[in-house]
């Protein structure tokens, strides 16, 4: 049981492009949440998703985008990565039932 | 009045020592308060969690006390062990869709 996936691991981006970030649970969750973690900050909600076909902001949604198609998959987009989205960005589920959030182990995202 | 705040942001104990941190909320709507424990490298995952009506829970070395007057709690590692080693975040949850405000973060060393 794999739990939740996020691809890539590592990546390195300059300044201007743009980049998805995939993050796939496999335990048949509704809610879906991405997060970035900065030293000092804890960590911030940036979107959400209540269930297949919708999303919603979080507390830092700007320059990020966020599609979910399919209930499994929830994609985090940079349009036009900017130094300031440097961080290690966690996606998490959780049941609709159960308030558990169950996260990836993270995407290491730097900008040059 | 979103905010959790989490002290102290480091923390240093004894091999068999007690751990303690705490965290504090102002919005009285929060009706979950789980701590998350994170290794380097790795995604939180949830370690034990509290609901306002109780005043205390405990899960093998780790208690969360909960002082819903105050708007305080804190987790309590007893024996702490150079395996508790890690960043520990306190969170509150707000609402239906289970979004989660976290604390900063505190990281906790235990020397044997």
């Known amino acids: 049981n794999a739990g939740v996936t996020q691809t890539p691991k590592f990546r390195v981006l300059k300044t201007g492009q743009s980049m998805t970030l995939l993050c796939a649970q496999d335990?048949?969750?509704?809610?879906m949440y991405w997060y970035r973690q900065d030293p000092g900050m804890g960590l911030r909600l940036i979107h959400y998703s209540v269930g297949e076909g919708t999303t919603a902001k979080g507390e830092v949604p700007d320059g990020y985008n966020v599609s979910r198609l399919k209930k499994q998959n929830f994609l985090l987009g940079l349009e036009s990565a900017a130094p300031s989205q440097t961080s290690v960005y966690f996606c998490?589920?959780?049941?609709?039932?159960?308030?558990?959030?169950?996260f990836g182990d993270g995407t290491r995202l730097s900008i040059l | 009045q979103q905010q959790v705040k989490q002290s102290p942001q480091s923390l240093i104990v004894q091999k068999g020592g007690i751990s303690i941190i705490n965290c504090a909320y102002e919005?009285?709507?929060?009706?979950?308060f789980p701590w998350y424990q994170q290794f380097p490298g790795k995604g939180p995952a949830l370690l034990i969690a509290?609901?306002?009506?109780?005043s205390e829970k405990k899960e093998g070395r780790f208690t969360i006390s909960f002082n819903k007057s105050a708007k305080q709690f804190s987790l309590h590692i007893m024996d702490s062990q150079p395996g508790d080693s890690a960043t520990y975040f306190c969170?509150?949850?707000?609402?239906?869709?289970?979004?989660?405000?976290f604390g900063t973060g505190t990281l906790l060393a235990v020397q044997p």
């Open positions: 509290i609901r306002p009506d109780v």
């Open positions: 919005n009285t709507a929060f009706d979950y």
């Open positions: 998490a589920s959780s049941d609709s039932a159960l308030p558990a959030q169950h």
């Open positions: 969170a509150a949850r707000g609402g239906a869709t289970n979004k989660l405000i």
């Open positions: 335990m048949n969750h509704e809610y």
